[in-house]
């Protein structure tokens, strides 16, 4: 069992950067590939980037490619998410999740096949 808590969203112009961290409980951190998603009202939840439990190899959804960075501190438990460049379509409430297995290829696009959530934090940005 891994509980999922994420922090650091909050109200930021366009432009700006905030920088998301989700805090996972348990010893086994390091056992699971991480992900983060995001919904907005009205869509469904998307794919925004993932990390390897080695924090070896990360993926970006295109819409936030070389303006978002997804990295991990296994010692602490922690995954982060920096937005930089934050656009008012990145408006959105961003989960945090873990998966056991590795999802190769398009797999970990897809929000259904990871485990764990967190509750979520929200995340607005005004023009």
């Known amino acids: 069992q891994v509980q999922l808590v994420e922090s650091g969203g909050g109200l930021v112009q366009a432009g700006g950067s905030l920088r998301l961290s989700c805090a996972a409980s348990g010893r086994t951190f390091s056992m699971y590939d991480m992900g983060w998603f995001r919904q907005a009202p009205g869509k469904e939840r998307e794919f925004v980037s993932t990390i390897s439990r080695s924090g070896g190899d990360t993926y970006y959804a295109d819409s936030v490619k070389g303006r978002f960075t997804i990295s991990r501190d296994n010692a602490k438990n922690t995954v982060y998410l920096q937005m930089n460049n934050l656009k008012p379509e990145d408006t959105a409430v961003y989960y945090c999740?873990?998966?056991?297995?590795?999802?190769?290829?398009?797999?970990?696009?897809?929000?259904?096949?990871?485990?764990?959530w967190g509750q979520g934090t929200q995340v607005t940005v005004s023009s």
């Open positions: 999740a873990a998966v056991a297995a590795p999802l190769y290829y398009s797999r970990k696009y897809y929000p259904n096949l990871y485990d764990y």
